[in-house]
């Protein structure tokens, strides 16, 4: 089935042309890869999986409640928009949210796929260039995850947001070779790491865990090549260089605090004017929303800090942002999480199936004797 015939909202149904910007860089050097560079490109090729066998696609899903969590998680909850709703829009208002949260996952992911993609054209090096080829496959396969889930068990996708689709744009029409892994590998992977960790720590549905346990697991290593490849290029740029990459950050980090938030569900969903406005209003006041919101930053903030882009006047923003404590937040032991929660998953599940195979063989022993 087309997902055109998925798509709540109708989407662009022509291609979304980006012009390129920026040079093809080949290089000849072959030999002088960063020890630290190749051992992640190594590590890209050991851990590639496959979606196909590596998660269950057998696994039932309640489109009503994709993911198994309470309603307190909903920003409209308890209002008197919420309490007025029947029964059958309290069920859309479940479905639509998670739709479009996981339609985003999905545009961003084929986001990601193009930036590496571009990483793997513009950057200078060849050992970054090999890492990005990896990173490209991994984004592939995540797009291909996130599509999948969509189309057969929620049945229902939303276009792309405006302002991720905006933050893509800026990030991809800049011909500087660093710009797509700051506005991707920093910024949107940031945030959509934080979101995906979230919800993988609340779902009670197993295959979304999967998902995005398994997805988790991959992004650790996109985050160490931005870190890596950025740190040691910024550490040789001047300070109005430095300044514009941290204007890009400051004004990026607003838009995806302020902006991404979902309003066109509101609007889809049949609202009036009135009641999309007391929606927003409860997206701004919801405390788990506010929660959610600086949670957002716990892997953006520690990085960009990271990277070398630490001015006071980045610092301001993020406090201004109320998200300035983030930056204690320890990418690597986040990230040695994130691949241990992956792998915690595997064993419980293949022991699970060990176990289910012992009794299939004990039981067919006895059939056999008798
Ligand atoms: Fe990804
Ligand atoms: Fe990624």
């Known amino acids: 089935m087309s997902t055109h015939e998925l798509y709540t909202i109708p989407a662009e149904l022509s291609t979304w042309d980006v012009e390129m910007a920026g040079s093809s860089r080949f290089t000849w050097e072959y030999d002088d890869g960063r020890d630290r560079m190749l051992a992640l490109y ?7 999986w496959d979606s196909a066998k590596r998660i269950d696609w057998d696994l039932e899903v309640d489109p009503y409640n994709v993911l198994g969590i309470p309603d307190q998680t909903i920003a409209i909850y308890d ?10 829009t309290r069920n859309e208002v479940r479905l639509h949210g998670a739709a479009w949260q996981f339609s985003q996952f999905l545009h961003g992911e084929q986001g990601a796929m193009i930036c590496s993609a571009k990483i793997v ?3 200078p090096d060849l050992d970054s260039k090999f890492y990005a080829a990896t ?3 991994d984004e592939a396969r995540h797009a291909e995850t996130y599509a999948r889930f969509l189309q ?8 792309i947001n405006e302002h991720l689709k905006a933050l893509l744009d800026s990030t991809l029409t800049d011909s500087r070779w660093d710009m797509p892994y700051l506005g991707m590998q920093v910024l949107i992977e940031g945030l959509a790491l934080a979101a995906f960790g979230v919800m993988r720590d609340i779902t009670t549905k197993p295959l979304p865990k999967q998902i995005l346990a398994y997805v988790m697991q991959d992004e650790a290593r996109h985050v160490a090549f931005g870190r890596m490849a950025l740190r ?16 890009f950050v400051i004004e990026g980090c607003y838009l995806m605090r302020d902006r991404l938030r979902g309003r066109e569900t509101w609007e889809n969903l049949g609202l009036t004017a009135a009641e999309v406005e007391e929606a927003e209003e ?33 610092q301001q923003a993020y406090a201004d942002m109320g998200v300035l404590d983030m930056a204690g937040q ?21 022991a699970q199936e060990e176990t289910e195979r012992h009794a299939e063989v004990a039981e067919t022993i006895a059939q056999g004797m008798e």
């Open 79 to 88: 209002t008197p928009l919420w309490n007025r709703m029947s029964p059958e």
């Open 152 to 159: 057969e068990k929620v049945g229902l996708a939303y276009p």
């Open 282 to 314: 409860a997206t701004e006041h919801s405390e788990y929303l506010r929660l959610f919101r600086s949670l957002l930053f716990s892997r953006i903030v520690p990085c960009v800090k990271d990277i070398g882009l630490w001015s006071p006047r980045l």
């Open 232 to 247: 040691d290029y910024y550490r040789d740029l001047s300070e109005t260089e430095l300044r514009e990459r941290e204007d």
């Open 330 to 350: 320890s990418l690597d032991a986040l990230m040695k999480q994130d691949e241990d929660i992956a792998d915690k998953l595997d064993e419980e599940r293949f």
């Open 121 to 123: 054209e513009s950057v």
């Open 135 to 137: 990173q490209t496959m």
């Open 42 to 48: 190594q590590k890209g090729k050991d851990k590639q």
